[in-house]
């Protein structure tokens, strides 16, 4: 099995700054994509950021030049540097990831169990 578990989510005021972790463990022969997903409350959940293997990079374009993601392969963790916050940044944060548990095996996604981020003063 694969588990992925985020932290660093918090309530924080407007204009501040919070940083996510999501450290992946458990049955991993290799990690592809890891992304950030949000779900505010009577919305669907979006995408925020995502990263592939060699570092690429994508984001919402709500996010782009505010957020930043980056990985450490070598620890299986993806991060969310999120600054200049909003209110509508509130959400639930969730982790993702695509996984291949063997060689002979193709990639499975796996999600984290959210992470609470409140942006309000």
């Known amino acids: 099995q694969v588990q992925l578990v985020e932290s660093g989510g918090g309530l924080v005021q407007p204009g501040g700054s919070l940083r996510l972790s999501c450290a992946a463990s458990?049955?991993?022969?290799?990690?592809?994509?890891m992304g950030w997903y949000r779900q505010a409350p009577g919305k669907q959940r979006e995408l925020v950021a995502r990263?592939?293997?060699?570092?690429?990079?994508n984001y919402a374009a709500s996010v782009k030049g505010r957020f930043t993601i980056s990985r450490d392969n070598a620890k299986n963790t993806a991060y969310l540097d999120m600054n200049s916050l909003e209110p509508e940044d509130t959400a639930v944060y969730y982790c993702?990831?695509?996984?291949?548990?063997?060689?002979?095996?193709?990639?499975?996604?796996?999600w984290g169990q959210g992470t609470q981020v409140t942006v309000s003063s």
């Open positions: 458990g049955s991993i022969f290799s990690i592809n994509g």
């Open positions: 993702n990831a695509l996984v291949r548990r063997s060689m002979w095996s193709t990639p499975d996604d796996y």
């Open positions: 990263i592939g293997s060699g570092g690429s990079t």
